[in-house]
């Protein structure tokens, strides 16, 4: 009697998976010709579709935001070779980030593992990294006064290295959108919220992005804390002593340890 050992399943299921992971990689690095005519604008029609956007650069270096309706249950495998897929909550992603400009619609991948989609770019322009000229006043000093706008505030580096903080008047619905440009951008608890972590000095006033992802905020420099000191030395009223700690205080420069000292009962 002669024994024929065969593959286990599991071992012939491995290796498709890898065998088709490998051709579907391949497939998908080099897109299919482009169409003339854009595939998935507006809201998707095809019962059972929804859509779905990424902003990935080309091979050029160029950004794009490419948008397609799908079957949501594709998207795990194609999140599995696009790392940048997301559910949308808009009609029309792209635009809603900027990208307004239509450049062309292609075809990725094949077979099982095929998706076409438009591709977007922003207008020629300006790309999101040029502001536009500055305002000679501030536009967000104190209390938000149109109706829904709250306040929020942001601290990043300038190009040349300098640190400023931002606050801008915006509709709470855009936060999400914005948030992914500028994942520093934080609600504010305050109307003043660059006063309050030591940034007094008005710099100027900017607007950042293009279209419907365009943000006009005021920026701010550290300024000089001319107040003066409470407690130097030993405490002046009778029944209070002297207390200290040392922590990364929010008022000036995020992660920089200061050390506070009080008179206290």
């Known amino acids: 009697q002669v024994l024929i050992h ?30 003339d005519q854009p595939c ?18 080309s091979m050029l270096g160029v950004p794009h935001c490419g948008e397609c309706c799908m079957d949501p249950k594709q998207y795990p495998l194609m999140h599995f070779f696009e790392k940048n897929l997301t559910k949308s909550e808009e009609d029309n992603p792209c635009e809603e980030r900027g990208y307004t400009k239509y450049d062309s619609t292609e075809t990725h991948g094949f077979g099982p593992v095929k998706m076409t989609l438009d591709l977007y770019d922003f207008p020629a ?25 709250e306040k929020y505030w942001s601290i990043a580096k300038g190009l040349l290295g300098e640190s400023h903080c931002g606050e801008c008047c915006m509709d709470p619905s855009r936060y999400k959108t914005m ?40 920026l701010y420099d550290l300024g000089e804390d001319k107040s003066e000191p409470c407690c130097q030395s030993k405490c002046q009223n009778p029944n209070e002593e002297k207390y200290w700690s040392i922590a990364e205080s929010e008022k000036g420069v995020p992660g920089i340890p200061h050390c506070g000292e009080c008179c206290m009962d």
């Open 179 to 218: 948030h992914f440009f500028e994942p520093n951008l934080t609600k504010a608890k305050e109307d003043n919220p660059c006063e309050v972590r030591g940034y007094k000095k008005y710099d100027s006033t900017v607007t950042h992005g293009v279209g419907p992802i365009k943000m006009t905020l005021d």
């Open 40 to 57: 998935c604008q507006g809201k998707c029609e095809k019962p059972g579709e929804e859509k779905y956007w990424s902003i990935a650069k």
């Open 125 to 149: 322009a300006r790309t999101p990294e040029e502001p536009e000229p500055t305002a000679s006043e501030p536009c967000c000093q104190g209390l938000c006064q149109e109706p829904g706008h």
């Open 6 to 35: 065969l593959p286990s399943p599991l071992y012939i299921s491995m290796k498709a998976v890898a065998v088709a992971t490998c051709l579907a990689s391949l497939a998908l690095a080099s897109p299919s010709e482009g169409s």
